[in-house]
């Protein structure tokens, strides 16, 4: 939560809970503004971890190579290919946190259209059945109806159905 959020919630809610009589609309309103700055400080401290993790593979990947530490140059090239694979999911991950920024500020442009449930369910499915399958776990979709549509934007849904 950055200062200002945290300043903001913290006066609003003493004088909120200074009040004789609480208003239901503003204990919403107060309730409403926790919640969002919990959420933005889990999705940093998610985000801050997720991007941690292919910098420090590219980091150490890096050191090893400056170290002079490979015993060939094949090995040195395949640090360098980890490397680049880290630098790919940073750049990834970064494009991620941009999509939300944008989807919370309206600036992203949504392609809404109708999309079939059921194709929807296959992608999920096409997804996630070899994990399930690789810990013996059950795993069955029952598809609804061929033609029951949702209206949304396919690029986002695919992001929120990633696993």
């Known amino acids: 939560m950055d200062l200002i959020a945290g300043l903001s919630i913290g006066f609003v809610g003493g004088w909120f809970l200074n009040r004789k009589k609480p208003d239901p609309s503003l204990e919403l309103a107060y309730r409403s503004l926790l919640e969002q700055a919990q959420f933005k400080a889990g999705f940093l ?5 997720e991007l941690r993790s292919p910098l420090n593979g590219m980091i150490g990947a890096h050191q090893l190579i400056l170290a002079d530490l490979c015993e060939s140059p094949e090995e040195e090239r395949e640090f360098i290919e980890q490397a680049n694979q880290s630098a790919l ?10 999509n939300v920024s944008k989807a919370q500020y309206g600036t992203g442009k949504l392609d809404v259209k109708a999309v079939s449930v059921s194709d929807v369910f296959d992608n999920v499915f096409s997804m996630t059945h070899l994990l399930a ?11 609804p109806e061929p033609d029951l549509e949702v209206i949304c934007d396919r690029t986002s849904l695919g992001r929120i159905c990633k696993v």
């Not at 999911?89 to 941009?98: A, F, G, H, N, T």
């Not at 399958?133 to 598809?143: A, G, M, S, T, W």
Request: charged share 25%; glycine share 0%.
């Open 45 to 49: 401290a998610r985000t801050s971890h």
């Open 133 to 143: 399958e690789n810990r013996n776990l059950p795993f069955q979709i029952v598809l």
């Open 89 to 98: 999911k940073m750049v990834k991950l970064l494009d991620e946190v941009i």
